[in-house]
Every structure is written in structure tokens, then in C-alpha cells.
């Protein structure tokens, strides 16, 4: 019996301390979930961002790189987004873009292929309040500067000239671009650039011409609803102080902003349809007119000079007149061509090509007029002139009446001899042929005035005469030859009085224009 009492005991105390073991196990699984659940809902963003990002406090400790690396970290920090801003009434504030351009060379302004090359330095300044370090670095003043390493980690305006033919950024071994970050925020990126671009120039006035050479800078991702570009208030564009051209003087520019609309008929920003800000600016230059004196009118008007020095030859110098005509026309032409062949092909008359025209024909009208003087000069008849004047040597030359009979000449039907009864001479006319070897060249009044009291004259060459009516009486007769030298004089004066006015004409509407 006892020894069954004592296993009862047993049993009961090991009953007592399994309960009490499962009890604290409980207890304790209960306070440990009761003391889990509140730290995470404790937790915030803030706490998270902490936790996760490189810290900025007590930024003046860092170095240069350090603090670009945790600026651009990509936990607060995202290249693909421009930092646009929203205001108050929830409307998106669209970042604005400042721009600045130096021109340090212009050259190449092709007039063939109406293209010229530009070299510059382009700044770009926007604000970006996601790079401020401000208020993490108060003793750090001087500005955050990298070059093309330091422009791949942030958000840069996509810029592009939109009437480049090719451009690039310059650099030896590396791109010259320039990144600054100052303490605000704000970021200013410099590169220097060499484009190839468009100018539709126009040659109306050439070679007295002014050109506009326009750059159109525009964005190429953003539209106007998220970036704006502007010029620089102050000194938005300038030039190098020894910026020459060979052939145009510079004398200013003008600078503008634009709009520019893409829409699905004109897609100039490629499949994005809306406007797109724009900048642009005008070179003003104007052409330097001393070569084009010095090498082109200057000789061609002294080659149409020299072509009035035929006017001073007899018209029948036939080689000489001709020789010096073909002469200066031909050098005309050459001098023409070298100046010609620099333009480009343009569909509208310009002031040289008004120049060569009107010179040509003062050059070719001196050698019709010989040919007209050679032509009069070789005339058998004379002109008999109501009056020795302009008029009517002009209208008789160009429309020559028939030949007159002389008073005293036989009538050519008849094959007799005539004469007049005169008490104290008797004139006798005679036709006869004038022949040179086998040819007949003319016949010529021959007149042989004889006495009444010849007796030489013989019985058988008497014949019976019949009088004429007397023609009508002429003021003046002038030969083919001296009709042939009064043109020529005449033509000594009207060729250059002309010349006169006309150069009076054409350079007033060069420079007056």
C-alpha cells in the first residue's frame, strides 16, 4: 500500500508542473506578439528613405565626387525626369531653359551650295531644386564643376539646330563640355559646337547684296506644356573680337523666340505632335563690294570703252573694226563667266547678270553699227537732201529715194546726144561704159563742153537734140562716204551719253533700293 501512495504522489506532481509549463509558454507567446506589432506601424516613408539613401548631413565633410554621387543617387535622384514643378493651383510649371550663345568663327558661306559653317560656345542654364546643396553644405560656396562625366548623371534639355546640315561637339581628347552646379540649384552646361548649316540667301542684289544667316535652335523632346527656351536678358548672343570675314562685313544681329508647331503634316520633332519652344538669331552681313569693283565693273567698263575706238576707223577697214569688235565682246564674256560661276543657279535675275546684259549690248551695238557704216559706205548713189539735217540724212539712209538724172545727161532709152542751146557754149553729154579687164562696173556721165566756133567737132558726130524739163531743185547731196563718217561721228557721243545714264540709273538702284 505504501508504495502505491508514493506513485500516485509522483504522478500528480509531474501533472502539476506540465500545466504550469504550458502556462508560461503562453504567456510568453502572447507578450511577444503584443510587443511585434507596433514597430510596424511605426514605420514611415521618411524613416524607410533614411534607412535606404546615403545620408546629407553634415555634408561640409565631403568631398566633391562624394557629395555629386549622393546627390545623384538614383534614390532621390532621376535623370529621365525634367524638374518640373507643380503651383498651387495644380498646374504643371514648365522648366525654363536660358540661353547663351559666342561666336567665335564664321567662314565657309558657300554660295553654291548656300550653306555656312559657325563655331561657339553654347551655354544652357535651367534650375533644378533636386540638386540644391545649400542647406546640407552651408560652408561649401564654390559651385559643383565636371565635365562630360558629370553631364551623364544629370538631366540636360535636349537642344538640336533644326537648319544644320551636320554639327558636333568639339574635342581633342575629350568633348569640351562643361557641367556646373551651383548651391541653389541651378546648372549651367557649357559645350563649344561647330554645326554646318542652312542659309537660303538671296542674290537679287548681288554682288551688292545683305544677307541674313539664320540659327534655329529649338527642343527636341519637350513641348512648350514642359520646357521653355529664353535668351540670356543680358548679352544673349556675341561675337570674338577679331571675328573677320574675307568677303562680308558683320554688322549686327537680331535675336528672336519662336513656337513651332509638329503635327502629323509636318513632323519636325519626330512622332511628337505639339509646339516646341524655339530660339533663334540672325547674322547681319553685308558684302564687301572692293573685289567685285576692282575685278569686274572696273574692266568691263573699260573694255566697253574700247570697243568705241571703232568708231574712229574709216568704215572700209574692215579687219581692224571687226578684229577689235570680236575682240572685246569675247573678253567680255570671259570676264563674265569667272564672276558668273561662283553663284549659284538661281531662277531670278540679279544686278551683275543686269550688268553683263546691258554691257553685251553697248559691245555688240558697236559692231552692228559698223556693219551698217560698211554697208552705206559701199552705196554707188548719192542722197539728195531736202535739208543737210538729222532728220532727213537718218531718213534717207534708211530708206534711199531713187537716183535723180543730172539736168545736163542724156535720157538713158535713148541712144542720141543732147545738148543746150546757149549762145556762147555748147554742152555736150556722152555715155559711155567704163570696163575693167572682162567686167562692166558702171556707166559714168561724161560731159565734154566744146565752143560753138570748134571747129574740130565733126559734122557726123552731130546729132539731132531734144530738150528736158529741169528736176526738181535739192538743197544738198551728200556721197555714201561721207554719210558712213557723219554716223560715225554721231555714234562718238550717243554710245558714251548713253553708257552715262545707264550707270547713272544702275547705281542709283543699287544703293538707293
Known amino acids: 500500500m505504501a508504495k502505491l501512495r508514493i506513485l500516485l504522489g509522483l504522478i500528480s506532481i509531474s501533472l502539476v508542473s506540465a500545466a504550469s509549463l504550458n502556462l508560461t509558454v503562453d504567456q510568453e507567446t502572447e507578450l511577444d506578439y503584443s510587443t511585434t506589432e507596433p514597430v510596424s506601424t511605426t514605420d514611415s516613408p521618411a524613416e524607410q528613405l533614411d534607412s535606404n539613401c546615403p545620408t546629407l548631413v553634415n555634408s561640409n565633410a565631403l568631398t566633391q565626387t562624394e557629395l555629386i554621387a549622393r546627390l545623384t543617387d538614383i534614390c532621390r535622384y532621376d535623370r529621365t525626369e525634367p524638374p518640373i514643378s507643380v503651383n498651387k493651383a495644380g498646374d504643371i510649371e514648365p522648366v525654363e531653359v536660358f540661353a547663351r550663345f ?123 506644356s ?39 503634316f509636318s513632323m519636325s520633332h519626330g512622332a511628337l505632335i505639339g509646339n516646341y519652344s524655339g530660339l533663334s538669331f540672325s547674322v547681319l552681313l553685308t558684302r564687301e563690294v572692293g573685289y567685285y569693283i576692282i575685278e569686274y565693273f572696273v574692266p568691263s567698263i573699260m573694255i566697253v570703252a574700247i570697243s568705241w575706238v571703232s568708231f574712229w576707223l574709216q568704215a572700209d577697214q574692215t579687219p581692224a573694226r571687226t578684229t577689235l569688235g570680236c575682240t572685246t565682246l569675247l573678253s567680255f564674256i570671259t570676264l563674265s563667266l569667272t564672276q558668273e560661276n561662283n553663284l549659284s543657279k538661281v531662277s531670278y535675275v540679279t544686278m551683275s547678270e543686269v550688268w553683263f546684259l546691258v554691257c553685251t549690248f553697248f559691245i555688240f551695238g558697236s559692231l552692228m553699227e559698223f556693219a551698217f557704216v560698211n554697208q552705206i559706205w559701199r552705196r554707188n548713189n548719192n542722197l539728195e537732201l531736202k535739208k543737210p539735217t538729222t532728220k532727213y540724212i537718218v531718213q534717207n539712209t534708211f530708206v534711199p529715194k531713187p537716183m535723180r538724172r543730172n539736168p545736163r545727161s542724156f535720157n538713158r532709152s535713148q541712144s542720141t546726144q543732147s545738148t543746150f542751146n546757149n549762145p556762147k557754149n555748147t554742152v555736150i553729154t556722152i555715155e559711155t561704159p567704163i570696163i575693167i ?29 531734144t530738150p528736158e524739163k529741169p528736176p526738181p531743185q535739192t538743197f544738198a547731196t551728200m556721197t555714201p562716204k561721207e554719210v558712213s563718217l557723219w554716223i560715225d561721228r554721231k555714234m562718238r557721243f550717243i554710245f558714251p551719253l548713253a553708257f552715262i545714264v545707264f550707270n547713272a540709273l544702275f547705281w542709283s538702284l543699287v544703293y538707293c533700293l
Open 437 to 465: 579687164g572682162a567686167d562692166l562696173l558702171n556707166r559714168q556721165d561724161s560731159a565734154i563742153s566744146l565752143e560753138d566756133n570748134d571747129s574740130s567737132l565733126s559734122s557726123s558726130s552731130t546729132a539731132q537734140l
Open 102 to 224: 559666342y561666336i567665335s568663327a564664321l567662314k565657309d558661306l558657300d554660295a553654291t551650295d548656300l550653306q555656312f559653317l559657325m563655331q561657339g560656345l553654347l551655354q544652357l542654364r535651367y534650375s533644378d531644386s533636386r540638386l540644391a546643396f545649400a542647406s546640407y553644405a552651408p560652408n561649401r560656396v564654390q559651385p559643383l564643376v565636371g565635365e562630360f562625366a558629370l553631364r551623364e548623371k544629370l538631366w540636360v534639355p535636349h537642344i538640336f539646330f533644326s537648319n544644320e546640315v551636320s554639327s558636333n561637339i568639339l574635342g581633342t581628347n575629350e568633348k569640351d563640355m562643361l557641367t556646373t552646379i551651383y548651391p541653389d540649384g541651378t546648372v549651367l552646361i557649357s559645350f563649344r559646337v561647330q554645326a554646318t548649316l542652312y542659309c537660303f540667301m538671296n542674290y537679287r542684289k548681288f554682288p551688292f547684296d545683305e544677307q541674313n544667316c539664320t540659327t534655329i535652335l529649338e527642343s527636341w523632346m519637350y513641348n512648350t
Open 226 to 264: 514642359m520646357l521653355e527656351l529664353h535668351w540670356e536678358p543680358n548679352n544673349s548672343v556675341t561675337f570674338h573680337s577679331q571675328l573677320q570675314l574675307t568677303e562680308f562685313d558683320i554688322d549686327g544681329y537680331v535675336a528672336n523666340e519662336s513656337i513651332s508647331i509638329s503635327d502629323e
